[in-house]
């Protein structure tokens, strides 16, 4: 049972528009929230995160959203660029002992 | 600065075979540390999470096993490897009591098992 999960296997967006990449989430316990970056055979690299006590959380051009009471966490990219084509996992800890993981949404940023 | 090694990076094993992944971290004292499993086309499954030496805890019951022997050493087995064990493996540490929270991942093995 999938315990975060990310609808969405994969968004194509134009280069310099918004990207949105949403994320959901079951387990109420969750009180610590991370989105990753990931490209073909390497190992994911941390973006941003946010604790439940915040809504918003910026850092650049990317912002993650959580909103509590829908369970619902979105990465926004603003302005989208080529490099930002990857595959972008959330991730959700209820302590910091464990992290559990999304399926991933394969961003492309078109030229 | 914390860097994480794991190896090999790549590795192609026969059905049966037995498997040893390892993974050392540098640069930080008493980590969390974590082995993942990405399987062609899926997320990340966490496959164990240790919180000290010999602490090792399982998530998935499979035919894969964990062992923490340092402080900064977690080692990924299997006796007898089958199929459905192909896969991306990660490994990633947090700070643990150095209450750094975010995981950082090794650069991955590439397991495929014929």
């Known amino acids: 049972d999938q315990q975060v999960k990310q609808n969405s296997p994969s968004l194509s967006v134009q280069e310099g528009r918004i990207s949105i990449l949403n994320c959901d989430y079951t387990?109420?316990?969750?009180?610590?929230f991370l989105w990753y970056k990931k490209y073909p055979a390497e190992g994911p690299t941390f973006l941003i995160s946010?604790?439940?006590?915040?809504d918003k959380n910026e850092d650049g051009r990317f912002t993650v959203f959580l909103n509590k009471s829908a369970k619902h966490l979105s990465l926004h990219i603003v302005p989208s660029q080529p490099g930002d084509s990857a595959v972008y996992f959330c991730?959700?800890?209820?302590?910091?002992?464990?992290?559990?993981f999304g399926s991933g949404t394969k961003l492309n940023v078109k030229p | 600065s914390q860097t994480i090694h794991q190896w090999p990076a790549t590795l192609v094993q026969p059905v049966g075979s037995p498997l040893s992944l390892e993974c050392t971290v540098e640069?930080?004292?008493?980590?969390?540390l974590y082995w993942y499993r990405q399987a062609a086309g899926r997320g990340l499954q966490l496959l164990f999470y240790?919180?000290?030496?010999?602490?090792i805890s399982s998530e998935v019951p499979q035919n894969l096993s964990a062992s923490r022997p340092q402080d900064r050493q977690f080692i990924l087995s299997s006796k007898k490897l089958l199929l459905s064990d192909s896969g991306f493996y990660l490994c990633?540490?947090?700070?643990?009591?150095?209450?750094?929270?975010?995981?950082?991942f090794g650069p991955g093995t590439r397991l495929t098992v014929l």
């Open positions: 990633a540490w947090t700070g643990g009591l150095a209450g750094i929270n975010e995981q950082f």
């Open positions: 387990n109420s316990m969750f009180d610590y």
């Open positions: 946010i604790s439940s006590i915040k």
């Open positions: 991730a959700a800890s209820p302590f910091f002992n464990k992290f559990y």
């Open positions: 640069g930080t004292s008493n980590p969390n």
């Open positions: 240790s919180v000290g030496i010999g602490q």
